[in-house]
């Protein structure tokens, strides 16, 4: 555990050392002040022309980063350092879910010190975020497979993160998963239980979360 910690530490330390110097980055840092100066957090700009090519979610982040700790490379990066660090966790619970403590520990060690996942998570690149939601939809479909008595209740949290998951970067992150469980049920001959995943229920859930900024988006453009 000692090892984990000391791991997950450097995703924090000197965030802010380094210049915006990626470009994708840039998108990222510059979208949310131009936001906070119009007082406009529906649409997204860049230079303060329209940028519609992502969903909202990355830059409301970042957005709320600035308002509590001032813009700065540092401030602008700390979301996605604390979504590496989700990530991280996500990959301890399912291996403690499915192989125990030590699995978990083993998982979430390999994964922290992974150089590339060091490098993203420095940086905003919202691939961390959509990672982030992604695991936690499957993290928590686990957690319905494993533990029926609160089935109910792992199943609606698992759409309220496939909704922040669409509202980060589209439909991807409800694609990815239904792929992943669709070949999980069939493989164990088991298609039949799709009808017991409250799907009509955890649409409504997803569609509530992601359905406003679309609608006042589209009232306004």
Same mark, same amino acid.
């Given at each position: 555990?000692?090892?984990?910690?000391?791991?997950?530490?450097?995703?924090?330390?000197?965030?802010?050392?380094?210049?915006?110097? %990626?470009?994708?980055?840039?998108?990222?840092?510059?979208?949310?002040?131009?936001?906070?100066?119009?007082? %406009?957090?529906?649409?997204?700009?860049?230079?303060?022309?329209?940028?519609?090519?992502? =969903?909202?979610?990355?830059?409301?982040?970042?957005?709320?980063?600035?308002?509590?700790?001032?813009?700065?490379?540092?401030?602008?990066?700390?979301?996605?350092?604390?979504?590496?660090?989700?990530?991280?966790?996500?990959?301890?619970?399912?291996?403690?879910?499915? !192989?125990?403590?030590?699995? !978990?520990?083993?998982?979430?060690?390999?994964?922290?010190?992974? =150089?590339?996942?060091?490098?993203?998570?420095?940086?905003?690149?919202?691939?961390?975020?959509?990672?982030?939601?992604?695991?936690?939809?499957?993290?928590?479909?686990?957690?319905?497979?494993?533990?029926?008595?609160?089935?109910?209740?792992?199943?609606?949290?698992?759409?309220?993160?496939?909704?922040?998951?669409?509202?980060?970067?589209? =439909?991807?992150?409800?694609?990815?998963?239904?792929?992943?469980?669709?070949?999980?049920?069939?493989?164990?001959?088991?298609?039949? %239980?799709?009808?017991?995943?409250?799907?009509?229920?955890?649409?409504?859930?997803?569609?509530?979360?992601?359905?406003?900024?679309?609608?006042?988006?589209?009232?306004?453009?």
């Amino acid at each position: 555990a000692a090892l984990l910690v000391a791991a997950v530490v450097p995703y924090f330390l000197n965030l802010g050392v380094s210049s915006i110097w %990626d470009a994708n980055e840039a998108f990222y840092a510059q979208t949310p002040r131009e936001m906070m100066e119009a007082g %406009d957090y529906v649409t997204p700009s860049f230079n303060f022309q329209l940028r519609m090519n992502k =969903p909202v979610l990355s830059y409301w982040n970042v957005a709320a980063s600035y308002h509590l700790f001032g813009i700065s490379e540092w401030s602008e990066r700390l979301p996605i350092a604390i979504g590496a660090v989700v990530i991280i966790g996500t990959a301890f619970a399912l291996g403690r879910l499915l !192989g125990g403590t030590t699995a !978990g520990l083993f998982a979430a060690l390999v994964l922290a010190t992974s =150089p590339r996942l060091v490098l993203l998570a420095r940086r905003i690149i919202i691939d961390i975020h959509i990672t982030m939601w992604t695991g936690l939809v499957l993290l928590l479909f686990a957690l319905a497979e494993m533990r029926p008595q609160r089935r109910r209740v792992y199943l609606c949290l698992m759409y309220v993160a496939a909704g922040f998951g669409v509202l980060t970067k589209g =439909p991807v992150a409800v694609l990815l998963p239904a792929v992943v469980f669709f070949v999980y049920l069939a493989s164990q001959k088991r298609l039949g %239980d799709l009808r017991h995943m409250m799907l009509p229920a955890g649409a409504l859930i997803s569609l509530a979360i992601v359905v406003p900024w679309y609608y006042f988006l589209y009232r306004e453009h």
